[in-house]
């Protein structure tokens, strides 16, 4: 067998490729001999951290990821979950972290044009979209770059592709000052019969390229993505890929008719390691060979090597294994839509991934150990510390401690954020941004609808990742609960530190542990996912967060609950704590937001509370009993009560019992509770429930919110506050 080989695999080549000496060892047994430079970077491409998931697959495998209504669970570009009447919701969260610190603008851009087309490949219509955005201090010289430059990237491309901005995260903390956080969620319709895979079926059957023309945008960015931060991360920036909306738009369209037309065996999304990564899951995972020619690669730039086609993320581009009689018919679709189609390859019997340019075969590798034979690590980890208890709490006057919680940077209106993206695109979406969850309607169904939801406490998870990760899972699942829904699956987003170091991977093992705890707890299976680690700079890891993305599904949109007061002499309820409890202040919002003090340990979640609380207030919903509900997260109660009000411009008084903490009352972030709002005569007639506890704490009405003993504030005035922080950060 001769490879041309151009160029001397060194010591520092293979380390710049981010292999290490035994990883490296482990190709020359496997293949027997040397690589050339082009498999050396596919070796690199399908054994990065971001490809293989080495540090974290034993612990992935752990997770719940069947159910009774699961289709397709991880594996796939997305997940397929079963809504009834014959259709399906297919959805996914990925990240876009380091192009994003890199080059805010076409990184969160093109983030969202890969989580899109994750879901169409599946071959669903894409319906809503989420973002999950961490940055560092709103202090730091970068931190306003970086939020301009996401946000517009976001909105330029999810506006541009025409998909509504349903819901998603905003958070600050100066954890994230050298590695901010891009997560990207994606959620689409399919009919339940017609969902397309990846796997190549046929030997001697036609391999496709479509889509966008191939150039040198991104060459290396799984690569990239799989290694910290250092002083040079400015070289890095033509790793970052640039993105094109309008053309992805084609692209759906074009990949939607190909499928209707019986043309498509399988079809693979061109993301991280591109043409390498799709060709070789393709082949793979039917047990089948994948011959490539580059030469009839489509491409925008001249001289480009083999290394730089194999190894480019371009944006807006498929590989397709496509039915032979087939070809005139696809082709002139693609044609029609002003895409690029090109046979550029073949699958074979001989299990090789095979790969010319110019006449020369520069790649002849074993096609299933590229992917079967990734480096699994059994990486080392230590236990958390559990942080000592949150000492001589300070107390501040209640009103004055609700405005400047209101206000601060973590829990005022991301308005500013969202109007900047298009929320009604579509037609279908049934709230706007700012409530626990987006809600759309589901095309040709009269009631049906899907709820969404994004969360995650980094704090947390740092102070206890067992608790945080059920946390992020009982969170996500109380805010679709609290429109209603019922909750179905959920993707997660693991972004972590670097795995190398003992205490990071002790993060991550334990976090995964709490989602797979409270997943099966709940009934809430993970379909789909992303594993993002080696998220620090010179040594500094982000806060341990493991966003999880869920879907719900609501029968009847018309029985909807929203957060905003309804009526004035409503009587307000917390369901699922008793008020007379104190709350818990470790790790709070309260803490940490008025006095800069990360302390004490995370709220313990009961799950099987949760569980009751949550099947409870769906029921009041459903029956027409609620007429306003929200979740008690950040903030606590206070907060929550005070959202209620701004979102309806009612006010509202809550009387707390004597002897009671108010600060740790109205500011504990306890888990599982929400405050639901009832006529009198309902919550007179309410039948008491086991295990969950309905408690009034006040009536709505008036132009004020009081707080018990405190002064009353305007409605006017808390809805000033929460609503000025971001347009005074930015400087509108």
Same mark, same amino acid.
């Given at each position: 067998?001769?490879?041309? !080989? ?5 010591? @520092? ?80 969260? @990925? ?77 600050? +903390? ?36 479509? *889509? ?8 290396? *960015? ?46 693979? +999304? ?93 790649? !002849? ?148 542990? *709490? ?19 080696? !998220? ?78 949550? +099947? ?7 029956? *027409? ?108």
């Amino acid at each position: 067998m001769t490879i041309r !080989n151009d160029i001397a695999i060194t010591d @520092e080549l293979i380390a710049s490729h981010g292999l290490k000496p035994d990883e490296y060892q482990r190709i020359l047994d496997l293949i027997g001999r040397k690589p050339s430079f082009t498999e050396l970077g596919i070796f690199s491409a399908m054994w990065n951290e971001h490809c293989s998931y080495k540090s974290s697959k034993k612990w992935l495998r752990t997770l719940p990821t069947t159910g009774p209504r699961v289709i397709q669970g991880p594996g796939e570009n997305a997940g397929v979950v079963d809504i009834g009447d014959g259709q399906t919701v297919v959805f996914k969260m @990925e990240s876009h972290n380091h192009p994003s610190y890199i080059e805010p603008y076409q990184g969160a851009a093109t983030g969202v044009g890969g989580i899109l087309r994750d879901v169409f490949t599946m071959g669903a219509r894409p319906i809503a979209a989420m973002n999950a955005l961490r940055f560092g201090d709103p202090a730091h010289a970068k931190t306003k770059h970086l939020v301009s430059g996401v946000v517009a990237g976001v909105g330029g491309y999810g506006n541009s592709f025409g998909v509504p901005t349903v819901g998603g995260e905003v958070q600050f +903390d100066a954890r994230y000052n050298g590695n901010i956080l891009v997560n990207a969620f994606a959620a689409g319709l399919a009919d339940a019969d017609s969902i397309f895979y990846s796997k190549a079926e046929g030997v001697g059957l036609p391999v496709v390229y479509l *889509g966008a023309k191939t150039g040198r945008d991104g060459v290396g *960015g799984a690569t990239m993505a799989s290694a910290e931060f250092d002083d040079s991360i400015e070289e890095k920036r033509p790793t970052v890929q640039v993105g094109d909306p309008f053309t992805e738009k084609c692209l759906l369209e074009a990949c939607l008719e190909l499928m209707a037309s019986g043309a498509v065996i399988a079809i693979q +999304d061109m993301g991280a390691a591109g043409l390498t990564c799709s060709a070789v899951e393709m082949g793979a995972k039917g047990d089948l060979g994948i011959r490539l020619d580059l030469d009839k690669v489509p491409v925008r730039e001249e001289r480009m090597t083999a290394y730089e086609m194999m190894l480019s993320e371009s944006q807006e581009r498929m590989l397709m294994v496509l039915r032979p009689e087939k070809e005139a018919e696809a082709e002139a679709i693609f044609r029609k839509w002003g895409l690029d189609f090109a046979i550029v390859g073949e699958t074979t019997d001989d299990l090789r991934f095979r790969v010319f340019h110019q006449g020369s075969e520069v790649a !002849n590798l074993p096609i299933k150990e590229l992917g079967d034979e990734a480096p699994e690590y059994d990486r080392p980890w230590t236990e958390p510390k559990a942080p000592a208890p949150a000492q001589d709490v300070p107390v501040m006057d209640i009103s004055e401690a609700l405005l400047k919680l209101l206000g601060s940077s973590n829990l005022s209106s991301r308005r500013w954020v969202w109007e900047q993206y298009d929320t009604l695109i579509q037609g279908n979406s049934l709230q706007l941004p700012g409530g626990d969850a987006g809600v759309v309607r589901v095309e040709g169904h009269d009631t049906k609808a899907l709820a969404f939801s994004s969360d995650v406490n980094p704090r947390y998870c740092e102070a206890d990742p067992y608790e945080g990760g059920k946390q992020a899972v009982a969170e996500c699942w109380r805010n679709l609960t609290a429109t209603g829904a019922l909750p179905l699956a959920a993707t997660d987003n693991l972004n972590f530190g670097n795995p190398e170091r003992p205490e990071i991977m002790g993060q991550l093992v334990h976090a995964i542990k *709490g989602i797979g705890e409270a997943c099966r707890a709940l009934d809430f299976p993970i379909v789909s996912g992303n594993v993002s680690l080696y !998220n620090e700079t010179n040594g500094r890891g982000i806060l341990p967060t493991p966003t999880i993305g869920g879907v719900g599904l609501i029968d009847d949109w018309s029985k909807m609950a929203r957060i905003r007061f309804a009526a004035e002499g409503d009587v307000i309820v917390l369901v699922g704590g008793p008020a007379e409890l104190g709350g818990h202040l470790g790790q709070s919002a309260y803490l940490r937001e008025l006095f800069g003090r990360n302390e004490g340990p995370a709220p313990a979640v009961d799950l099987a509370h949760e569980k009751r609380v949550g +099947d409870h207030v769906r029921d009041l919903i459903r029956c *027409g009993i609620a007429t306003a509900v929200h979740d008690c997260s950040d903030g606590g109660m206070a907060v929550a009560v005070a959202e209620m009000a701004i979102a309806s411009g009612i006010g509202a008084t809550l009387a707390l019992q004597s002897g009671n903490d108010g600060v740790a009352c109205l500011f504990g972030e306890d888990q599982g509770r929400y405050v639901v709002t009832m006529s009198e005569a309902d919550f007179a007639g309410l039948a008491p429930l086991k295990g969950v506890s309905c408690v009034r704490i006040g009536t709505t009405g008036g132009q004020s919110l009081k707080l018990s003993e405190a002064h009353a504030i305007s409605v006017a005035e808390l809805k000033m506050a929460h609503e000025g922080w971001f347009p005074a950060f930015m400087g509108n």
